[in-house]
């Protein structure tokens, strides 16, 4: 079995930083990507930032210069760096991972049940 559990979620400032984690626990044979989901009430479900082995990154617009994906390959973990913090960025954040379980299988997505992001004064 695989699992994703996200960690640094919590109630900030305006202004504010929080730094995600996200750690994939399991047996398997690579993970091929890392990023992360925000899904917010009334809105549709976004792609924040992704985040390959290989260190290629992209970002939603609304998170270019303001959040910073990393990955630490050894620890299987992603980062989100959030900076300057709005309430718009209030958000359910969900870690995904995309998973070969053995080196000759399929990739898979795998998700995490999400930390909670609160911008607010």
């Known amino acids: 079995q695989v699992q994703l559990v996200e960690s640094g979620g919590g109630l900030v400032q305006p202004g504010g930083s929080l730094r995600l984690s996200c750690a994939a626990s399991?047996?398997?044979?690579?993970?091929?990507?890392m990023g992360w989901y925000r899904q917010a009430p009334g809105n549709q479900r976004e792609l924040v930032a992704r985040?390959?082995?290989?260190?290629?990154?992209n970002y939603a617009d609304s998170a270019k210069g303001r959040f910073t994906i990393s990955s630490d390959n050894a620890k299987n973990t992603v980062y989100l760096e959030m900076n300057s913090l709005k309430p718009e960025d209030t958000a359910l954040y969900h870690c995904?991972?995309?998973?070969?379980?053995?080196?000759?299988?399929?990739?898979?997505?795998?998700w995490g049940q999400g930390t909670q992001v609160t911008v607010s004064s």
């Open positions: 399991g047996s398997f044979a690579r993970i091929d990507a």
């Open positions: 985040i390959t082995s290989a260190r290629t990154t």
């Open positions: 995904y991972a995309l998973i070969a379980r053995d080196w000759w299988s399929r990739q898979t997505d795998y």
